[in-house]
T-cell receptor, first 110, second 113 residues
Framework: QQPVQSPQAVILREGEDAVINCSSS?????VHWYRQKHGEAPVFLMI?????EQKGHEKISASFNEKKQQSSLYLTASQLSYSGTYFC???????????FGTGTQLKVEL | NAGVTQTPKFQVLKTGQSMTLQCAQD?????MSWYRQDPGMGLRLIHY???????DQGEVPNGYNVSRSTTEDFPLRLLSAAPSQTSVYFC????????????FGQGTRLTVV
């Protein structure tokens, strides 16, 4: 089953903060986050591992709750360049397949 | 390094035609996968492979075949194209560990008329 993201879409003024949530029905080994600009391929942002280790972006942070099988992406002091669609990608066991969430469209305006 | 290369970038097919979307990576990644992206549906996994000779189905495998004869290549075959297969297709590859990122190809925009 596809991981569920919320909200589906959000509009921010430059400098505002946002939180994107990702919920999986399966146990997670890690959670990936990607951003996709319109007409382009998704690009890696960060990986969250069990135990709290985080690998990736310097300015964007995230959390990973293993017990609740959830992850949240925190975008603080948003910039115009943050606009795009964000996908979470829980890496689950039972086949090592990488599935992606339904996506969150983020638009940052002046 | 070329990374992940997908061809073609655009394709128009008639209903019932067959075709193969090509995907190649030069990073010696064990894991390769195909996704389709439709408005409001996110990225849905079609098929994936954890190594040469090993493939498995994802969430939406019907109407698609894959094979993995080499580590580098993972083609996606549409057997008999249908309008419901109109979508943007992405190929991705990564190492077979939970802590390494996936790299995506530039996508193929397929229209079935």
């Amino acid at each position: 089953q596809q991981p569920v993201q919320s909200p589906q879409a959000v509009i921010l003024r430059e400098g505002e903060d946002a939180v994107i949530n990702c919920s999986s029905s399966k146990a997670l080994y890690s959670v990936h986050w990607y951003r996709q600009k319109h007409g382009e391929a998704p690009v890696f942002l960060m990986i969250l591992l069990k135990g709290g280790e985080q690998k990736g972006h310097e300015k964007i942070s995230a959390s990973f709750n293993e017990k609740k099988q959830q992850s949240s992406l925190y975008l603080t002091a948003s910039q115009l360049s943050y606009s795009g669609t964000y996908f979470c990608g829980p890496f689950t066991g039972g086949g090592n397949k990488l599935t992606f969430g339904t996506g969150t469209q983020l638009k940052v305006e002046l | 390094n070329a990374g992940v290369t997908q061809t073609p970038k655009f394709q128009v097919l008639k209903t019932g035609q067959s075709m193969t979307l090509q995907c190649a990576q030069d990073m010696n990644h064990e894991y390769m996968s195909w996704y389709r992206q439709d408005p409001g549906m996110g990225l849905r996994l079609i098929h994936y492979s954890v190594g040469a000779g090993i493939t498995d189905q994802g969430e939406v495998p019907n109407g698609y075949n894959v094979s993995r004869s080499t580590t580098e290549d993972f083609p996606l075959r549409l057997l008999s194209a249908a309008p419901s297969q109109t979508s943007v297709y992405f190929c991705a590859s990564s190492r077979l560990t939970a802590d390494t990122e996936a790299f995506f190809g530039q996508g193929t925009r397929l229209t079935v008329v």
